[in-house]
């Protein structure tokens, strides 16, 4: 079955196109991701250093519910989720929503994963300069992830305005396939007679050359056309000369009343054919 020409470049394109496309957002979503868990990591660290300053200069006071008034009022607005803990183990201040039980079993400075009653949870842990505190604040993953989503779709609408350019290709493919409409048309109007070369302009190079190896044909066929009716001709004059004289030998035959002239003028007219 015959496939459109319009159709495998549309096909083509929009391959090219939807991989090309789906390369790039899966780069732009994948880049973007890694954007924003580090900027959300980097608020973690932030966070934790604030903290880390207030703590240093007001734990020691014996005020702790100040401390802790204080401590909330400036980090709350960062995450609900932070905790202070002396070297001891014991818990000094905690955010409102934050249990009494550490964030992170792991004491280590740095970013873990943690499940806490259900709930995902990205840690940071890190001790005050003089090593006497450990801080850790959290953020839900859930909370995060909501956040990297909408952050992601942002950054990919700019791409989602590619999709209406598949219009624009479907465009110009009809563009770039019209002189082979206007030479299409050209050949289909023709009588069959006509071998007069096709004489379209402003086509483009590659159906140029379509339209020179066309015109070669019509131009071969119309001088062959040309040979074979100069031969016919010359194969008739050749032909119409002894037919000539054969019809005289023969009515000559039938003229004569002689059975020796007439067996002569039939084999005249006999060699005559011959």
């Known amino acids: 079955m015959n ?12 391959i090219s196109f939807v991989l090309g496309w789906l390369i790039i957002s899966g780069f732009a979503w994948w880049r973007a991701t890694a954007q924003a868990t580090a900027l959300f990591d980097n608020q973690l660290a932030q966070l934790a250093d604030l903290i880390a300053v207030i703590t240093t200069h007001e734990a020691g006071e014996q005020d702790l519910h100040q401390f802790e008034t204080d401590l909330q009022q400036s980090a709350v607005h960062y995450s609900p989720l932070f905790q202070v803990w002396s070297v001891g183990g014991r818990l000094l201040v905690r955010g409102p929503q934050a249990p009494s039980v550490p964030l992170s079993a792991n004491a280590n400075p740095g970013y873990s994963d943690e499940t806490l ?5 990205r840690v940071y842990t890190r001790y005050t300069a003089d090593n006497m505190h450990r801080i850790q604040v ?55 007679g006509n071998l007069e070369p096709i004489a379209i302009t402003c086509i483009p190079k590659e159906v140029g050359v379509l339209v020179d190896s066309i015109n070669g044909l019509l131009g071969r066929l119309h001088a062959s056309l ?5 031969f016919t001709a010359d194969a008739a004059h050749e032909l119409r000369t002894p037919l000539a004289g054969s019809v005289t030998q023969i009515h000559a035959a039938l003229d004569s009343a002689d059975a020796g ?3 002569d ?9 011959s």
Do not use: C
């Open 138 to 192: 959290a953020q839900e993953v859930a909370g995060r992830q909501a956040q990297l989503h909408a952050f992601v779709r942002g950054s990919l609408t700019p791409l989602l305005l590619a999709l209406p350019m598949i219009g624009l290709l479907w465009f110009a493919i009809e563009r770039a396939l019209a002189p082979l409409k206007r030479l299409a048309k050209e050949i289909g109007s023709r009588t069959p």
């Open 226 to 230: 040309e040979r074979y009716s100069r």
């Open 3 to 14: 496939q459109s020409l319009r159709a495998r470049l549309l096909a083509l394109i929009l």
């Open 261 to 263: 002239e007439r067996r």
């Open 265 to 273: 003028s039939l084999r005249l007219a006999l060699n005559g054919l």
């Open 117 to 121: 009653d259900s709930y995902r949870l």
